[in-house]
């Protein structure tokens, strides 16, 4: 992940754009991209484009990794982390086969 991270940063500074990445606006660039990626899926019956599929999906985790270079979050670690608080929310024994909101259990 952290030669990914490099790449970009790369990528961006030969460019001189951090002056542009400001965590506003990777944040947005973040949501920017999420509704091209969704753009695949707007209509019912049209073919879907699993290139563009993939090149949206990188485009979103480009903006994200941006986002935890300039906070220096480890992708990683902090995924891990989501990961064990959403088992914590989210116990098997009351969620299986459910799509059903954490605080809507009974
Ligand atoms: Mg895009």
């Not at 506003?24 to 969704?38: V, Y």
């Not at 019956?45 to 480890?74: I, P, R, T």
Request: proline share 3%.
């Amino acid at each position: 992940m952290i030669s990914v991270i490099k790449a970009l940063v790369k990528f961006r500074d030969q460019r001189q754009w951090k002056k542009f990445h400001t965590p506003e606006n990777l944040a947005k660039s973040i949501i920017i991209e999420a509704g091209e990626l969704l753009e695949n899926f707007q209509w019912k019956n049209q073919a879907l484009d699993l290139e563009n599929v993939k090149e949206e999906v990188a485009d979103v985790m480009a903006y994200c990794l941006l986002l935890c270079e300039h906070y220096g979050f480890d992708p990683e670690v902090i995924l891990k982390e989501k990961i064990a608080k959403n088992e914590a929310k989210y116990p098997v024994e009351t969620v299986k086969g459910k799509s059903t909101k954490y605080n809507r259990y009974k």
